[in-house]
């Protein structure tokens, strides 16, 4: 029903094709230049956060931001106005991105401030996915997810060994430093561990002592030992992952796998895969 009133009204088709297509020049040139819009929109809010530059420029950011919102406002009603079923649109990941990307601005009249939350816009830069065609890299992303998920549980014994650790030279050290040297409890200790462990070294926190130096010293050692251990996890998991792919891809005429994952044809007999 929807599709039939799409072609008896051609204004709905035409800008249907223009704002949700990105097959047609002029589709592919709308969503470029709301990308552009959205960026920014964005450089403008972070421009106001600066209070140098509001103080100055105040009144002209934020008379763009509202012409931004405007814009993006008649943008989301005329989605709303040509999508062929404007609930399931509403509704989608895209469509609910779009009306928060508009309503903190109005919000903002009853509680001011909440207008920063309007970062949340350069999520609707995802669409530049559909933009560039770079739909179809989403299989490297999955195997990398896919990657990350079997490798949780060794990643969580690690971080809880890391903690453990993190509490042990932390009360060390709360012992040896002790509140005189800004060591003044063991959660702050902790802190200082996971600072140091991390090779972070803010320098908030030094040990003074002779005894408290050794124990920092065998922190940093003990820091770079570990530090490569969720990469070494993890890439064990992703090149088991790409073996998998790779023996799933089997071809039908010699029955040989271990193609690439991106290969069209077979390596072995030169057949489409």
Same mark, same amino acid.
């Given at each position: ?55 100055? @420029?105040?009144?002209?950011? +934020?008379?763009?931001? &509202?012409?931004?919102?405007? =814009?993006? *406002? !008649?943008? #989301?009603?005329?989605? %709303? ?73 060794k990643i969580f014994v690690f971080f809880s060994f890391v903690l453990i650790i993190s509490m042990v030279f932390g009360s ?10 800004? @060591?003044?409890?063991?959660? +702050?200790?902790?802190? &200082?561990?996971?600072?140091? =462990?991390? *090779? !972070?070294? #803010?320098?908030?926190? %030094? ?9 920092a010293s065998a922190a940093m050692l003990t820091g770079y030992s570990i530090i490569a251990v969720p990469t070494g996890i ?40």
């Amino acid at each position: 029903m929807n599709q039939d009133l799409m072609h008896r009204n051609p204004l709905r088709q035409k800008m249907y094709e223009v704002i949700f297509g990105t097959e047609t020049p002029a589709g592919k040139r709308f969503d470029v230049i709301l990308i552009y819009v959205i960026i920014l929109s964005v450089f403008a809010l972070m421009l106001d956060s600066v209070g140098g530059i509001s103080s100055v @420029f105040g009144f002209e950011i +934020r008379l763009a931001e &509202w012409i931004f919102t405007l =814009i993006f *406002t !008649v943008e #989301y009603a005329a989605r %709303i106005y040509c999508a062929p079923q404007p609930w399931r649109y509403i509704r989608s990941f895209y469509g609910i991105i779009d009306a928060i990307a508009v309503l903190p601005t109005y919000i903002s009249f009853f509680f001011p401030g909440i207008n920063y939350l309007l970062v949340i816009r350069l999520f609707r830069v995802l669409r530049i996915f559909r933009v560039l065609k770079l739909m179809r890299y989403l299989s490297e992303a999955n195997l990398l997810m896919r990657s990350m998920s079997n490798a949780r549980r060794k990643i969580f014994v690690f971080f809880s060994f890391v903690l453990i650790i993190s509490m042990v030279f932390g009360s060390i050290m709360y012992v040896v430093e002790g509140p005189e040297n800004e @060591f003044t409890s063991i959660p +702050r200790s902790i802190y &200082w561990m996971i600072v140091t =462990i991390t *090779t !972070v070294g #803010y320098g908030d926190i %030094i040990p003074q002592t002779i005894l408290g130096q050794i124990v920092a010293s065998a922190a940093m050692l003990t820091g770079y030992s570990i530090i490569a251990v969720p990469t070494g996890i993890l890439t064990a998991e992703l090149s088991q992952e790409i073996q998998r792919e790779r023996a799933s891809a089997i071809c039908n005429a010699c029955q040989k796998s271990g193609h690439e994952m991106d290969a069209s044809y077979c390596k072995y007999c030169g057949e489409k895969l």
